[in-house]
């Protein structure tokens, strides 16, 4: 943004320099986006802040972007940290979609690797802060 002339260059609809809309890194065994697919836009919004999560996002809604085409490269360098790599092409195709609240995932003792200890360390901790919060 230092270089001269870069508010010309802002894309009118993102507000954005660049033209990429989103990135995922996804380890899943989801398939791939395909055309038809809407990548989602997310918002926070202040007064529904968690406060043990105050700068996460609160709302999500479909967005105005459709995917039209997708390509695959998978990679052949060895030891990549990934094994394909898609790039989605979208145009810009509005429409309207009502702002959900993003579900709470919950902590589970998954979220601690399987370790039952951490996990009872977090649930005792959590307790002691609901007993004190105003």
């Known amino acids: 943004m230092s270089a001269e002339g870069w508010e010309n260059r802002m894309l009118a609809h993102t507000g954005a320099i660049t ?3 989103c ?3 996804d380890s899943s065994e989801e398939p791939l986006p395909q055309p038809g697919n809407r990548p989602y836009e997310f918002y926070r919004i202040e007064e529904f802040d968690d406060p043990q999560f105050p700068s996460s996002d609160t ?3 479909i967005g ?3 995917v039209v085409r997708v390509e695959q490269y998978p990679t052949t360098e060895p030891g990549s940290n990934y094994d394909l790599i898609a790039v989605c092409y979208c145009q810009y195709a509005p429409k309207p979609s009502p702002l959900m609240p993003v579900p709470n995932t919950g902590i589970s003792i998954d979220s601690f690797g ?3 200890a951490a996990y009872q360390q977090y649930l ?3 307790a002691k802060s ?3 919060s105003c």
């Open 19 to 21: 033209d990429i809309l």
């Open 23 to 25: 990135e995922y890194y």
């Open 59 to 61: 709302h999500y809604r």
């Open 64 to 66: 105005d972007w459709e």
């Open 114 to 116: 399987g370790d039952a």
């Open 124 to 126: 005792e901790s959590n």
């Open 130 to 132: 609901e007993v004190y």
